[in-house]
């Protein structure tokens, strides 16, 4: 369920969110049933969606008997409990829905370290809304101590437990600028793969490195980043790491967890920007990915642009029609080459334009 908010300047119109969102909830496990929107000027305080939408919707869940609302925006916990109780199944928004298939997929200590301290984080503001009614009941419940209420009891242990997790991860974070400074004494440069989820870094980074990170045809597959070391035809050695995807309204919360992950980028010569080029929002996830790179502070890191999956893209096509995809996709700053990681075609182009792009002297690795 989502809603459009009528002036937005965001490029994304809520009909291809919700589609995403659609294949997230199925990607989490979730059968979707039924898709609901609503244009207002803002959503709603109190329910997100206006009085009538939330009629209908309670309609809905009497004739379908759905289990699980998801709402497109992040929610208030006054809006997700209101909404609970009207609609009388669990609510749970966009974040929390792409928390748990993170929390699937996290399979290194640092990646379930840095899922668990983002949800954490989530938690931590909307205890608030569950306790509250507990607490105007007044007390009784066994867990409380003197003159201290379970909400903030629940608080304390909350954020102590993020306080261990801080202190984990930057453990993690420790050993890994050890790693790094090695790796930089080796004067060995280092790509990056950056793109939309499911645009399909994992297939080229296995394609150019003969890695085996796992492939799939869903949101998020890739969590935890991976490094490979790879020697271009001209002898040019670098080390390649392919790591989580992004996607629109990606919330900053877990872009503040995965810091330690998304630090790789930070240490990368070159972005290797990966588009799914026969995905209908092509362009809006390279927009996307774009604006979340400069967020980042990445905005100045040079640009690779591989626009992927051209094998799919319908025979007859010229060479000129699919350049002028990439045109619609306004690069500017970047340079592109047409790829398939799948059939391998541009391949070779695209590792001569990354071996020209780092250019530099110590990134040879003659030395
Ligand atoms: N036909 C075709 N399919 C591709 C190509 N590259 C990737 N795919 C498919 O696209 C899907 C996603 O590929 P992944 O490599 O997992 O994508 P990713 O960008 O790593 O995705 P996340 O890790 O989820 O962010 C898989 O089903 C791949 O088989 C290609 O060049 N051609
Ligand atoms: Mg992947």
């Not at 209420?149 to 304390?156: A, I, P």
């Not at 362009?283 to 990915?289: L, N, S």
């Not at 967020?295 to 094998?311: E, I, S, Y």
Request: charged share 25%; aromatic share 4%.
């Amino acid at each position: 369920m989502a809603v459009q908010p009528q002036r937005s300047r965001d490029e994304w119109v809520s009909a291809d969110s919700l589609a995403e969102l659609g294949r997230l909830a199925k990607t989490a496990g979730a059968e979707v049933v039924g898709v609901e929107s609503q244009r207002m000027t803002r959503p709603s305080g109190t329910h997100y969606v206006g009085r009538g939408k939330l009629d209908e919707i309670v309609a809905l869940q009497a004739s379908l008997d759905f289990n699980l609302l998801i709402c497109d925006d992040e929610l208030s916990p006054r809006q997700q409990r209101a909404l609970e109780e009207k609609v009388g199944t669990r609510v749970i928004d966009r974040t929390a829905l792409i928390l748990d298939i993170f929390a699937k997929q996290a399979s290194t200590r640092e990646g379930k370290l840095q899922v668990e301290l983002a949800q954490h984080r989530y938690l931590l503001p909307r205890l608030i809304g569950r306790w509250e009614h507990l607490e105007r009941l007044g007390g009784g419940i066994g867990t409380r101590g003197p003159g201290e209420s379970q909400l903030e009891t629940d608080r304390r242990l909350i954020r102590q437990h993020i306080g261990r997790l801080e202190a984990d991860l930057e453990t993690v974070r420790r050993h890994r600028d050890v790693y790094r400074s090695r790796r930089r004494k080796g004067g060995v440069a280092l790509v990056a793969l950056v793109g939309y989820t499911n645009a399909g870094k994992s297939t080229l980074f296995n394609a150019i490195s003969n890695a085996e990170v796992e492939v799939e045809d869903k949101l998020f597959s890739t969590l935890d980043p991976v490094t490979r070391r790879i020697r271009l035809p001209d002898g040019t050695n670098l080390l390649m790491t392919d790591t989580v995807g992004f996607i629109h309204k990606l919330p900053p919360s877990i872009i503040a967890a995965f810091r330690t992950t998304l630090e790789e980028l930070h240490e990368a010569d070159l972005l290797l920007h990966v588009v799914d080029i026969t995905h209908a929002d092509a362009a809006k996830q390279h927009g996307t990915v774009e604006s979340i790179l400069s967020d980042m502070g990445l905005q100045d890191k040079p640009v690779v642009t591989a626009l992927n999956k051209v094998d799919l893209v319908e025979q007859g096509v010229s060479d000129t029609d699919l350049s002028s995809a990439g045109e619609r996709l306004n690069l500017t700053r970047s340079d592109f080459v047409l790829v398939s990681a799948v059939t391998r075609v541009g391949i070779p182009t695209l590792l001569e334009r990354v071996a020209s792009a780092l250019g530099r002297p110590d990134a040879t690795g003659a030395v």
